[in-house]
Antibody, heavy 120, light 110 residues
């Protein structure tokens, strides 16, 4: 069974930093492209970032480019999101998600999410 | 990277059909056959319903179907059931390894 478990969400002040983790199990982690998607409670889904299987290619939404860094440790089956220069508008539940089959341009498994609150 | 546009709400009676639209641009929906649809119940993670415009992952009932015309994609839920009451989101590949989600549609079963 595929499992994705996020952790690291917290209350942080504007301008602060946070690192989210996502522990993956139940599939060959290094074979799959992975994503981070966020959702303000009560609002819609927003794609944040993706990383390919070996970590050599990353892409970011314009709203987080230059502030967030996605990475992965395939030996530990773990996905990360380093979040710097946090803003109030970054407050959201952050989901890690597994890319579906190659070429599908979709995600088929999601974690339960971790809440990041940016507030003074 | 503007969000794809979805109508905020849709509704139907049990057994009826409801169609949700998702409008983008030639840079996302219209430019690629890479539209996906997700269902999200309150407090739950989203579930993949449709990928590559029309394809269903195994286990998704054939009551859910997708289509696309130009810059607008659509999801049709046929034979509406009480458990179909949820939020629905479209998503599209937007080029250069980026993606964009829709604004979401709340479907109510009357």
């Amino acid at each position: 069974e595929v499992q994705l478990v996020e952790s690291g969400g917290d209350l942080v002040q504007p301008g602060g930093s946070l690192r989210l983790s996502c522990a993956a199990s139940g599939f060959t982690f290094s074979d799959r492209l992975m994503h981070w998607v966020r959702q303000v409670p009560g609002e819609g889904l927003v794609w944040v970032s993706r990383i390919n299987g070996d970590g050599s290619s990353t892409t970011y939404a314009d709203s987080v480019k230059g502030r967030f860094t996605i990475s992965r440790d395939n030996a530990k089956n773990t996905l990360y999101l380093q979040m710097n220069s946090l803003r109030v508008e970054d407050t959201a539940v952050y989901y890690c998600a597994r890319h579906y089959v190659s070429g599908s341009y979709s995600v088929d498994s999601w974690g339960q999410g971790t809440l990041v609150t940016v507030s003074s | 990277q503007s969000a794809l546009t979805q109508s905020p709400s849709a509704s139907g009676s049990p057994g009826q059909s409801v169609t949700i639209s998702c409008t983008g641009t030639s840079s996302d929906v219209g430019g690629y056959n890479c539209v996906s649809w997700y269902q999200q119940h309150p407090g739950k993670a989203p579930k993949l319903l449709i990928y590559e415009v029309t394809k269903r992952p195994s286990g998704v009932p054939d009551r859910f179907s997708g289509s696309k015309s130009g810059n607008t994609a659509s999801l049709t839920v046929s034979g509406l059931q009480a458990e179909d009451e949820a939020d629905y989101y479209c998503s599209s590949y937007a080029g250069s390894n980026s993606y964009v989600f829709g604004t979401g549609t709340k479907v109510s079963v009357l």
